[in-house]
């Protein structure tokens, strides 16, 4: 279909949202000047001074010295070895590289078509800059090439990468009711699975039945798009209805979509739900692949029953599915959880034995579950060891073994390790922030967390609630109690509401400062703001009261904490027995630590 001969809605539409970037292309319009002088420097993608990724620096150069060879032959090769040596470079993702490559054959009169076009938005949309892949279809448009179904959904795609939900629902419905296009199956994945991944499921859901009724049918891989997402946000019944109904309309499940049904259910351990869909997947003669039996295995540990895990490992070899380095990754995390070092140690040695290697998650997961048990020098000797395997640390495993050794109260180190995360250019998170935070606190360096959070927040980490409940602890334990009240009262107006953990930490300093009112006071607030006192919350309260001999203050508290089906922690119950004994009210206390004392 000719560009030109789309409908005019559609065509001012297209012109409105690319005309913003009309400025940036050179006059007269062409299409062959494309500096992009006009965009910011961070943001020019055909700049000089691109990022390349160094991984595959050979294979690029190689790509790149072809391609420039190619733009100054004389006769010039035909269009297709020209787009076929762009598609080499965006296959290795080397998005900017190849914008920049076209600057430089447009600059040389290298001819251009259709394909090509499809081959810049495309670097565009996966750049997250569908901004600029409509000014480039613009100009194409502009000059009348034609745009298909295959254009239509890279610009779909794009919007949805850039989380730009609205306009790719309207974009899409406009290529519905306009009949710019006959959507294929892949667009209309396309569209369903971006609904999912930005969190749209409902809606998601609602245009597959609203697709049924057209002459657009979805295919399974549609159907299987919305199971996922159903089945990830918790709504397992529901991607079981659809499973239902799909069948009912003549399309088959295959294996992708039995494997998002089984991890749902899992997550929920719906383990008889589980067989009954692996009895089913047999009798349909549909192939448990590794990914099914990772699901088991991964669900099994985290559940704590490795053994089973391990039964499952012995059913894939025995059906000649070779395990792959997930499911080794997995069966580590188990016994890390279980805190059985050696066995996590022995199926980290039995990778190489099987034909594998390793990954930064094998480590990340194993220096993890070291740090848990306090065998840092273990942790670190396996954190050293990542580089010389040819792997890169990544934020998660700093994280990881920085915690560890603050855990130890090993200050200096965790910091000096830091700051070799930021020689090494590994972007902190605000996990990272929150660690370092913790750790100012702990060590009663509340102004230094302070500015190093300021440090965070102009690097542009955005702190959440974790973070501002250390600072609150933080100022409390360090007798700031009416500057962490203040910070307590400001949350709302940073966009944040205070959670229980950060009212009970307050709570706990009023009341050993002897403001057991105020506390009172800020327990209502906690519940008036709905989120409700858990099982801490009163314990912190009624220890406190204990301590201090104030059992009548105390009295209500036990039987509100009662009420709630709240039980008493070991400090409470502990100090409630050691009460019983003198006790003018033996009869009443005894019948309330009955109630409030787990197994007495």
């Not at 299409?31 to 690029?60: A, I, M, T």
């Amino acid at each position: 279909m000719r560009i030109s001969a789309i409908a005019p809605p559609i065509r001012r539409a297209i012109a409105a949202k690319s005309s913003t970037y009309y400025g940036i292309l050179a006059d007269p319009f062409s299409l062959f000047s494309l500096n992009f002088h006009s965009v910011r420097q961070k943001d020019r993608l055909f700049s000089p001074n691109f990022k390349r990724d160094l991984s595959c620096e050979s294979e690029v150069d190689e790509a790149i010295f072809l391609f420039r060879k190619m733009v100054r032959m004389r006769p010039q090769p035909p269009i297709f070895e020209f787009t076929k040596q762009l598609k080499v470079i965006v296959n290795l993702k080397q998005y900017s590289v190849a914008l920049k490559l076209f600057d430089e054959m447009r600059e040389l009169g290298a001819p251009v078509n259709e394909y090509t076009m499809t081959i810049l938005i495309n670097c565009c949309c996966l750049l997250k800059r569908v901004d600029i892949g409509f000014a480039i279809f613009g100009v194409f448009f502009k000059h009348g090439y034609e745009a298909d179904v295959v254009t239509f959904t890279i610009l779909l795609k794009g919007l949805f990468l850039d989380g730009k939900v609205a306009e790719a629902e309207k974009l899409f419905k406009q290529l519905l009711t306009l009949r710019l296009c006959e959507p294929d199956d892949f667009t209309i994945v396309t569209v369903i699975n971006g609904l999912c991944k930005n969190g749209h499921v409902l809606a998601a859901h609602d245009l597959l039945l609203l697709l049924e009724k057209t002459i657009y049918k979805p295919n399974v891989m549609a159907y299987s798009a919305v199971i996922n997402g159903l089945c990830k946000t918790g709504m397992v019944d529901n991607a079981l209805e659809l499973k239902s109904r799909m069948i009912e309309k003549g399309i088959s499940p295959d294996v992708v979509t039995y494997n998002s049904m089984i991890q749902g259910l899992c997550d929920f351990g719906r383990w008889k739900e589980v067989k009954d869909l692996l009895n089913e997947m047999v009798n349909h003669k549909i192939c448990l692949t590794v990914v099914t039996f990772n699901i088991l295995v991964d669900s099994f540990c985290k559940e704590g029953n490795v053994k089973e895990a391990e039964d499952v490992l012995k059913i894939m070899k025995r059906q000649n599915i070779s395990p792959d380095i997930f499911t080794y990754n997995a069966l580590i995390d188990g016994y890390c959880l279980q805190g059985k070092m050696e066995k996590a140690k022995e199926v980290f040695d039995s990778i190489t034995c099987n034909g594998l290697k390793p990954c930064i998650m094998t480590y990340g997961t194993l220096i993890n579950g070291y740090c848990k048990k306090g065998k840092v020098d273990e942790a670190w000797r396996l954190f050293l060891e990542v580089s010389s395997k040819g792997l890169e640390h990544t934020t998660v495993t700093y994280n990881t073994m920085i915690h560890g050794l603050f855990s130890e109260c090993r200050i200096a180190d965790g910091w000096k390790l830091f700051n070799d995360m930021e020689a090494r250019h590994v972007r902190p998170d605000l996990h990272t922030c929150n660690i370092l935070l913790d750790s100012l606190c702990k060590t009663h360096q509340i102004a230094e967390a302070f500015s190093f959070l300021q440090v965070m927040e102009d690097k542009g980490l955005s702190p959440n609630i974790v973070t501002y409940g250390i600072l609150i602890n933080g100022l409390c334990k360090d007798g700031k109690l009416k500057e962490a009240k203040k910070l307590l009262n400001e949350l709302p107006s940073k966009g944040l509401q205070p959670n229980c953990q950060a009212y009970t930490v307050v709570i706990d300093s009023l009341c050993q400062e002897g403001f057991v009112d105020e506390a009172k006071d800020l327990l209502i607030k906690l519940e008036r703001s709905g989120c409700a006192p858990n099982s801490v919350t009163y314990n912190v309260i009624i220890h406190c009261l204990l301590k201090k001999k104030e059992l009548d203050k105390a009295m209500p508290f036990l039987e509100e904490m009662n009420k709630r089906g709240f039980s008493a922690d070991a400090a409470t119950s502990f100090m409630l027995i050691n009460y019983l004994q003198g006790s003018e009210k033996y009869d009443f206390l005894l019948d309330m630590i009955k109630k409030v004392v787990p197994k007495l």
